[in-house]
């Protein structure tokens, strides 16, 4: 595909096909809050997972998306060996973009300065307002067999109103780690034209107010479950890579990234490891680059 490349591998093995400094931007989002993040880690660990939540307390919610304090940290141990290798092809002074959640981007933020990376700020998408996730003790005091009505009764009463902590989210924070530049930032930008964020359409603000996508972009994306919406990513590109360089994402899922970064006049390259949502984002990508071809040749 025309200024793209895009394959279906693992992560691990493609970024070491990729040379040092050979990259304008890093802008993933890794499948964090899953806990099967090993060798094994495909479809069927991810359609387990699923199953198994149909029969949880919230369906909605895949069991190894909930609580775990170990999540977080697997996590780090996970993408710490990747981040390494973003680096080595990032060029010096370019920026790395990592989506988290909150309640786990601190060790992901570890891990990218463990690997070399300079954290150089955290930004948020704020998407307004979330589901809310947050359960009652009613239900759960009545199915309890230990327990007697009237105890039950005074129980649901006293805890009337209260909740598990689990607030209605609103955001998804992004870290912004850069790579080491090569002398003073107006020099490492002369040389390798990367290192500064793009001010020239106004003040930039660590928050981005964008809508979750839409149901028109997620039957184009295959109902990918954690979709990011194309005009954040864009923006995301736009701000933090050089009109015509090259972005990478490893996780590219249902071809965001790509979309955004063909539509922002930039290369892009990546993998996705899910053959399923590989072929949906090829398809997707295919379907978005002859609609941009038929409109340039519209316009000849």
Known sequence: MKNCIFLNDDCRNFLKT???????LVLIDPPYGIEHLNQAWDRKNIDKLINASKKSTVGSIPVGMKFNPKTSKNMALFLNPIFNELRRVLKPGGFCLVFSQPRTSHRIGVAIEDAGFELRDQLIWNYGAGQGKAQGMQNFIKKNKSLGEQ????????MHGFKTP???????????????????FWENFYKHGVGLVDFRDGSRKVSFSHSKPNKKEREEAGKHPTLKPVLLVEDLVKIFSPKNGTVLDCFAGSGTTAIAAIKADRKFVGCELDKEYFDKASERIRIYQNQLTERENRND
């Open 166 to 184: 689990q607030l209605t989210p609103t955001f998804e924070t992004i870290w912004l780690a850069q790579k080491s530049k090569e002398g003073k």
């Open 18 to 24: 990729l040379e040092d400094g050979s990259i304008e």
């Open 151 to 158: 105890q039950k009764e005074k129980l649901i009463e006293i």
